[in-house]
């Protein structure tokens, strides 16, 4: 267990709707970032939060969003979701910006 | 661009034989390299980066400046090797992220 918590563990959901997905990253950790897993595109960063900043974006969709809280639980928003969305959302966490990095074990999400 | 490529989608051998995962990077500057697994259902565990110059479950790589290259290396592979490596790179453009290339599925059987 890396102390990574990610919720919902699976979501299934009909195209257009809004869901939102939740991580907790490991105690004291500052930095966190979310990622889409996709059989044909990989592991893509989506965006970092840093002590409830955002620090990066990568390559997110502007129907997608994200927010850290002060307790620095993040959330990534996704709405008007298409069937391309269907994938395995990671959230990850480190303790400042260059130590290494904790996974979560994703939300697998899936837009019928 | 910084840029992670993983040349092969499956790698299949035989216990016992040895193993080499291929990863090349496109990065100006000095890169930070990191190789993770994920084993089936599991999340991504980090296995190894090339600046601690660990040995983790008998897997070693190193970074090849010349060749942009840091490829994973394990001499006699088990089968509880099975899993999917990515190679990643710290990215210094989007914030701290590491850029992953595709993953490679390596599959070891008896």
């Known amino acids: 267990d890396s102390g990574v918590t990610q919720t919902p563990k699976h979501l299934i959901t009909a195209t257009g709707q809004r869901v939102t997905l939740r991580c907790s990253p490991r105690s004291g950790d500052l930095s966190v970032y979310w990622y889409q897993q996709s059989l044909d595109q990989g592991l893509q960063f989506l965006i970092q939060?840093?002590?409830?900043?955002?620090?990066a974006k990568g390559n997110i969709l502007e129907r997608f969003s994200a927010q850290q809280f002060p307790d620095l639980h993040s959330e990534l928003n996704l709405s008007s979701l298409e069937l391309g969305d269907s994938a395995l959302y990671f959230c990850?966490?480190?303790?400042?910006?260059?130590?290494?990095?904790?996974f979560g074990q994703g939300t697998r999400l899936t837009v019928v | 661009a910084q840029r992670v490529t993983q040349p092969e989608k499956l790698l299949s051998v035989f216990k016992g034989a040895p193993v080499e995962l291929k990863c090349n990077y496109s990065y100006s500057g000095s890169p930070e390299l990191f190789w993770y697994v994920q084993y089936s259902r599991q999340r991504l565990q980090l296995l190894l980066r090339h600046i601690s110059r660990e040995s983790i479950k008998g897997f070693t790589a190193d970074l090849n400046k010349g060749e942009t290259s840091f490829h994973l290396k394990k001499p006699f592979a088990q089968e509880e090797d099975s899993a999917m490596y990515y190679c990643?790179?710290?990215?210094?453009?989007?914030?701290?992220?590491?850029?992953f290339g595709k993953g490679t599925t390596l599959s070891v059987s008896s």
């Open positions: 939060y840093y002590n409830g900043e955002e620090r």
């Open positions: 990850a966490s480190s303790v400042d910006l260059k130590a290494e990095a904790f």
């Open positions: 990643a790179l710290r990215s210094n453009q989007a914030g701290t992220a590491l850029i």
